[in-house]
């Protein structure tokens, strides 16, 4: 994912060679293992591993919108057990598993296009400070979660 899309900035004149990159990562193994650091460097992207139990600061699915779908997927399976032909089938066990998947893959994708309405999927993404500017005119909408009224993140250049 990271190689194409340098590649493609690379390609497009947006960015040059000599170009460096900030990659926060959480702390799984494989974003330990020294071929895959080796690769980073080799492409210019300087890894920050955040602290453990952190990402849910600054991704923007952990933020939010991962929330929101598990509580979109409980009202329409609260919805679908009100009808007792349902709860019967849950009780008695006489769902197959591929019946279970089928309508759990359909909860999904419903919960889905509803946590993705409206402006709500931009606010995930820009509390998480993931769209920051530049020129930092958007940075006063990073609402890290925990931080004290009044707050200001300073986001400082990351130079060489």
């Known amino acids: 994912v990271i190689k194409p ?13 000599t170009s460096r990159y900030l990659l926060f990562q959480d702390n799984l193994d494989a974003q330990k293992q020294p071929e895959y ?5 080799d ?4 890894d ?4 453990p139990n952190e990402t849910d600061q600054v991704q923007p699915i952990d933020r939010g919108l991962g929330r929101h779908i598990k509580i979109y997927v409980g009202q329409l399976m609260d919805e679908w057990l009100d009808d007792e032909d349902n709860l019967e089938k849950l009780e008695s066990n006489t769902l197959t598993a591929s ?3 089928i309508l759990l893959a359909n909860w999904y994708y419903k919960a889905t296009l509803k946590a993705l309405e409206g402006d709500a999927k931009r606010k995930y993404f820009e509390h998480a400070g993931a769209l920051l500017t530049a ?16 707050y200001k993140i300073v986001v400082m250049p990351y130079l060489y």
Not at 43 to 46: A, E, Q, R, S
Not at 48 to 51: A, S, Y
């Open 135 to 150: 020129d930092g005119s958007d940075d006063d909408k990073i609402k890290f979660e925990g931080t004290p009224p009044g």
């Open 99 to 101: 019946d279970r998947r």
């Open 37 to 41: 650091i080796k690769f980073l460097q």
């Open 5 to 17: 899309f340098i590649e493609a900035e690379r390609a497009a004149g947006v960015a040059k060679d």
């Open 43 to 46: 492409w210019g992207v300087d």
């Open 48 to 51: 920050h591993k955040l602290p």
